[in-house]
């Protein structure tokens, strides 16, 4: 089952990811929230749509922009949908 973590710390965990361009999609009910802060960091792709993004916050360590998400995706995308995927030094183990 495809885990993601960091710092030692476990941020999500789900057997019904999504894979897209070789990222892990996790569900949104499987990421744990307390560890996710909203960033003002915003990205743009041209067949997915506008990504937001989260920093990430563990034991008073921020990864800025470690983990990104669509919440209004194109239709191309649309099975991504507010699903959270992570890089920037964070382990996702499949």
Not at 26 to 47: A, G, L, Q
Not at 65 to 75: I, M, N, R, V
Request: hydrophobic share 30%; proline share 6%.
């Amino acid at each position: 089952m495809p885990k993601a973590t960091w710092n030692g710390t476990t941020l999500a965990e789900s057997d019904k990811c999504v894979v897209v361009e070789g990222n892990q999609y996790f569900p949104p009910d499987s990421v744990k929230r307390e560890y996710f802060k909203t960033s003002d960091t915003h990205t743009t792709c041209p067949w997915k749509g506008l990504a937001s993004y989260y920093n990430i916050e563990v034991d008073g360590k921020v990864n800025e922009d470690a983990a990104w998400y669509y919440p209004e995706p194109k239709e191309a995308a649309s099975q991504i949908k507010d699903y959270v995927a992570f890089w920037r030094g964070v382990q996702v183990e499949v």
